[in-house]
């Protein structure tokens, strides 16, 4: 006998889970579209060195964490880790610079070989939006409070916002030279993955969680101290216009996402509920991206939110399924035809049908439906099919009968008339 798994850190999601995870998806979609925003779908794998170089070879992502191998034409393919990359790519592929500005989400499934815990998977999923060809501070106000009133229409309780800037290019370019000369003097003091990060990725040493390497870093010198003023303006309006949106925030000096091409805003949002994995979402400003993977000069900026940290938080509301609202019982050689038939024409309406195939007894598929909470139920039996009719029954709210008419399967207006007055 076979006795097949899901792999580590995969997840199947059942019926019952996929309640909540589908109404989650329909907020989303409308919170999205109600602001304008298009879906973009990109393929699941990509050329491995889509990512090298788009996420960075010095990041966790790419040099741990990513499902690469080789396929039939020994061309290396990795499962996507995170969705930038990929959007970027496919923008730069159908002529980017012939655009207007765009407003992007994708939706699905990424891969990470990380170790799975509550809240950590390897196959995981996120939304992801991303403002392609918005250079001003609004774009990037915009985008923050999108994912805060995201969060919060799923009723997400003790949101944190937290924020940083990383100011431009150049910015960096002058705090990174001072800051790697402070970490030479204090290479000692910092522990090993810091030290190693040191010729790879230096900045993402401040996002350190080694106690003692961030009791260190109190010392080293800040980011802001050398932002040109242009970078404080534009830090400072962001600030003053969330406090205006009502958008509370506090400055976290040491959140920077890792990689060369992030610039200005950064931010993640966490929750109080979430226990150690507690970063739902998180962003920034890209301008250096797509000009990095070969594209024209293009600022964007974007976010991604974990779904399944969402669905974690999501109020339990949305655990709620619809309910049937006709559920047909049939037995019977005429009766089974007859039932088909009418479950094809019930479907036309916005009702959701069941149609019982076990050829039960009538007590049975009759249990069936009272269980369900079906708002009503048909029954045809040989009797009504012979007569070419069949029975219509209302329950109220404790699943009571309230009302019963018998119709006539020719008369497909009183049928009509029925649903939308005690249905719809
Ligand atoms: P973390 O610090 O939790 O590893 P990250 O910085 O790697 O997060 P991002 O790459 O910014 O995360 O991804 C955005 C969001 O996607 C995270 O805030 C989190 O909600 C979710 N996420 C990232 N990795 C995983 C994972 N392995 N399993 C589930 N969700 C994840
Ligand atoms: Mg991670």
Not at 196 to 220: C, G, H, Y
Not at 246 to 270: C, M, S, W
Request: hydrophobic share 40%; proline share 3%; glycine share 6%.
């Amino acid at each position: 006998m076979n006795n097949f798994k899901n792999l580590r850190g995969t997840v199947d999601l059942l019926p019952e889970q996929l309640v909540k995870w589908q109404n989650v998806e329909k907020i989303l979609v409308e919170q999205l579209s109600r602001a304008s925003i298009k879906e973009i779908r990109t393929p699941i794998l990509e050329m491995t060195e889509l990512f090298i170089r788009g996420i960075g070879e010095g990041t966790d992502v790419v040099a741990k964490e990513m499902y690469t191998f080789l396929d039939r034409g020994e061309r290396s393919c990795t499962l996507r880790p995170e969705g930038t990359a990929s959007v970027a790519r496919a923008l730069i592929q159908s002529g980017i610079s012939s655009k207007p500005p765009q407003k992007l989400w994708y939706m699905g499934p990424m891969f990470r070989y990380e170790r799975p815990q509550a809240g950590r998977q390897r196959q995981f999923h996120q939304l992801g939006v991303e403002f392609i060809g918005y250079q001003s501070v609004r774009s990037d106000i915009e985008i923050i409070t999108l994912a805060w009133d995201i969060l919060a229409k799923l009723g997400i309780k003790e949101l944190n916002l937290e924020i940083n800037t990383l100011g431009d290019i150049d910015d960096r370019s002058n705090f990174q030279k001072s800051f790697l000369n402070w970490l030479e003097i204090n290479k000692n003091f910092l522990d090993l993955d810091s030290q190693k990060r040191i010729n790879k990725n230096p900045l993402r040493i401040l996002d350190s969680k080694n106690v003692q390497t961030r009791e260190i870093l109190k010392e080293a010198p800040k980011l802001l101290d050398f932002l040109s003023e242009k970078s404080l303006e534009r830090y400072s309006t962001l600030k003053k216009q969330l406090a205006m949106l009502k958008i509370p925030f506090v400055q976290n000096y040491n959140l920077v996402r890792g990689l060369d091409y992030y610039t200005h805003t950064a931010f993640e949002i966490t929750s109080g509920s979430l226990g150690s994995q507690a970063t739902v979402c998180g962003g920034g400003r890209y301008d250096g991206l797509i000009e990095q993977m070969g594209g024209p000069k293009i600022p964007a900026i974007g976010f991604a939110i974990g779904l399944e940290r969402l669905i974690l938080l999501a109020g339990q509301e949305l655990e709620i399924s619809r309910k049937t609202d006709i559920y047909i019982i049939n037995q019977g050689l005429q009766a089974e035809p007859l039932a088909l038939e009418l479950s094809r024409k019930l479907r036309r309406y916005d009702l959701l049908v069941e149609l019982d195939l076990t050829g039960a007894s009538f007590s049975k598929q009759f249990k069936k439906a009272n269980k369900l909470k079906s708002k009503s139920i048909i029954i045809v039996g040989d009797d009504e099919a012979n007569k070419k009719e069949f029975v219509i029954k209302l329950f109220d709210k404790v699943n009571s009968e309230s009302k019963e008419e018998t119709i006539s399967i020719k008369n497909e207006s009183i049928l009509e008339k029925w649903i939308q007055n005690n249905l719809l």
